[in-house]
């Protein structure tokens, strides 16, 4: 009985720490895709990195990359800048893939 409680154990701390390695890196994906967009729009590195955390928050409400994206459409259309939400995603998911690289680089 006890192999089966040492299984369950190690499946869940398996589970937390990919959830932990999964925020962390969407976490870091986010700040970058702030500075990537921070640039377009013209901010500075105060701006980026409020803006980095606005990105973060927005990234807790629901799953998925889309409010991610939302929040940056709006931010753009509130400067009058025009960008590609395809070209965002397509950063986003070439972000994601960078940093979970130096997660498992990190480890």
């Not at 994906?29 to 701006?47: H, I, T």
């Not at 409010?67 to 459409?73: L, Y």
């Not at 939400?85 to 994601?96: G, I, T």
């Amino acid at each position: 009985m006890s192999q089966f409680k040492d299984r369950e154990k190690a499946f869940e701390s398996k589970f937390a720490h990919d959830a932990e390695m999964q925020f962390k890196a969407e976490a870091r994906r986010n700040r970058r895709l702030a500075a990537f967009v921070g640039e377009k729009l013209g901010m500075n590195d105060d701006d980026v990195e409020k803006f980095a955390t606005t990105l973060i928050v927005a990234d807790l409400k629901e799953a998925g990359d889309d409010d991610v994206v939302e929040k940056i459409m709006e931010h753009a259309s509130a400067k009058s800048v025009e960008l590609d939400a395809d070209e965002l995603k397509a950063k986003s998911a070439e972000l994601l893939a960078e940093v979970k690289s130096e997660l498992l680089d990190e480890a």
